[in-house]
Every structure is written in C-alpha cells, then in structure tokens.
C-alpha cells in the first residue's frame, strides 16, 4: 500500500476482511507460566510432604511454600514486565487472560488467609484446586487449547476428593492437581508455541 | 441505493481503511505493527493515523520505551461506530449492485 488511490466497494471489503484475517492469531502462549507455578507448587508439595511421612510428622518441609513462591512470585513480576514490553499489539483476549489471571490470584489469596484461619488444610487445598480448576478451564478457553481444559477439570475432581483426605494425604493430592492442569499441558503448549513459531 | 459518495471519506481509503480494520480487532496497536500490517511506509502510514486522530476514530499515545519512542494507537467509540456505519453502507451498496 504505497499511495491513496480510488477503491471499489469489493476492495473495500477485502481490505477489511484481510486485514481482520491478520489479527486472528488467537492468543498464544508458551506454556512458561504454566511450567513455572507447576513446577513450584509441585516440588513444595512433594518437599512438604515427604519428610512429614519420613521423618515422623516433622514440618521443616513447609518451609518449601513461602519460599518457593516468594520465588515464583518474583520470577512472575520480571517475566510479565518483560513480555509486556515485547507485545506489540493487546488483543481482547488477552486482557481477558490478564483479569481471568488476576481473579485466581484474589481467590488464592482468599482462600488461604481464611483456610488458615478457619479451617484445616485440606478443606483449604480443596478450595485451592477448585480455584485452580476455575482458572485453567478459563484460560483454556481462551487460549483454545483443550488440554488446560482437561487439567480444570481434574482440578475440579481432586479438589472435591480432597475434601474427605486427612492430612497430610492432600498435599499428594495437589502435586498430582498440578501436574495434570499446569506442568503437562505447559509443555503441550510449548510445544505447541514452538511449532507455530517455526 | 447508496451511492459510493456517501461512504464516509475519512474511512473510503485504502490505508485509513485497512488500519481502522485492524483497531476493530484489537485492544491497542503500536505502530510498528500497524506498520507491520498493512506493509505501508512509516511516512504515508503516519498522515493517515494523523488524519484518523482528527476525525476523532482513534487515539494515538505517544511514549518512551527503552529511551526510544512508542506510539500507541487505540480506536474509540466514535470510531467504532464509523466503522460499522461503513460496513453497512458498504454491504447495502454491493447487495444493491
């Protein structure tokens, strides 16, 4: 498109359908947030857990959540500032990712601070993953991407179960949530990324 | 029947055109991909956004990146409905040919 010329009607058309064509990449993602949290809350999970089994009862593994996810956390800032500078274009769906994220985050938060107030650990790991389950069915949709569908839905399954598990059975419980919602479809959807990027 | 006259001239351009089609679409735009897009020069790309801005369809931010300038280009409201006013004109037009 070099200089102003007169256009038909069916030009005017195909420009507009051309250039709509060229907006509809849908929004993509990398899977690196997905593998990020996955892997953390994976390994506290695990880290917590195992020791209590081990070593009669003892509780040094929780050690593993604040700081694994003061470590995510971190981690989560330096990456969105960054991408957020690289994108070009924010689509609709896009902001739709961003406020679909920053609820699971409120929920989170809720959830904890009133689980540990209120009520055992289970029952605040089963509102955790039905939280969890929320988000990847939304962001699922989103993204059209059927596997973090899927892993909601699992998350949905084992947050209800884990309900009725006494401690510290949930903690298991989470490390396999995430591992069917966030770890295998955030290596599907790298995979994914890579090849359409190719 | 419409006549091609009353297609709204700010928009009844091929660049103008093919720029607001790709605001439609999205939340905000920089530039660079306007420019991306629709394979114009900066300079023709640049007078037509300035001609869209004061028609008052879209907004144009100018910041820094880096040290380096960024404009962002967004539509609004007043633009949107250009648009689908367009959209109609131009359907009833060809569906009258």
Redesign the interface.
């Known amino acids: ?5 007169h ?1 038909t ?5 195909s ?2 359908q ?3 064509s ?3 990449l849908g929004v993509r993602d990398n899977g690196f947030m997905f593998l990020l949290w996955g892997w953390l809350v994976f390994l506290a999970a695990m880290i917590h857990y195992i020791p209590f089994m081990l070593m009669d009862g003892n509780t040094i593994g929780g050690l593993a959540w604040p700081v694994l996810m003061s470590i995510g956390g971190v981690v989560s800032t330096i990456y969105g500032i960054r991408k957020g ?1 690289q994108e ?5 769906a ?2 739709m990712l961003r406020l679909t994220t920053l609820c699971m985050g409120v929920g989170i938060a809720f959830t904890i601070t009133f689980g540990i107030l209120f009520t055992t650990w289970p029952v605040t790991y089963g509102f955790l993953m039905l939280v969890y389950g929320t988000w990847l069915f939304m962001s699922g949709g989103i993204l059209e991407f059927r596997p973090l569908q899927v892993g909601g839905v699992v998350n949905w399954v084992l947050g209800a179960i884990t309900f009725f598990v006494p401690e510290p059975h949930e903690l298991p419980m989470i490390a396999f949530a995430v591992l069917a919602g966030y770890i295998i479809p955030g290596y599907m959807l790298k995979a994914k990324f890579k090849k359409e990027a190719a | 029947m419409k006549s091609f006259q009353e297609l709204d001239p700010v928009l009844h351009s091929q660049l103008r055109l093919a720029v607001m089609s790709l605001l439609i679409a999205v939340k905000e735009a920089e530039f660079t991909y306007l420019k991306e897009k629709t394979e114009a020069t900066a300079g023709n790309l640049s007078v037509q956004v300035q001609k869209l801005k004061e028609a008052g369809y879209i907004d144009v931010e100018k910041s820094f990146r880096d040290n380096y300038p960024l404009t962002t280009c967004r539509i609004t409201s007043a633009g949107k409905k250009a648009f689908n006013k367009y959209v109609d004109a131009l359907q009833q037009y060809i569906h009258k040919k």
């Open positions: 498109m070099k200089t102003e010329r256009i009607e069916k030009e005017s058309l420009i507009i051309s250039m709509l060229k907006t509809q500078k070009q274009v924010r689509t609709y896009h902001q």
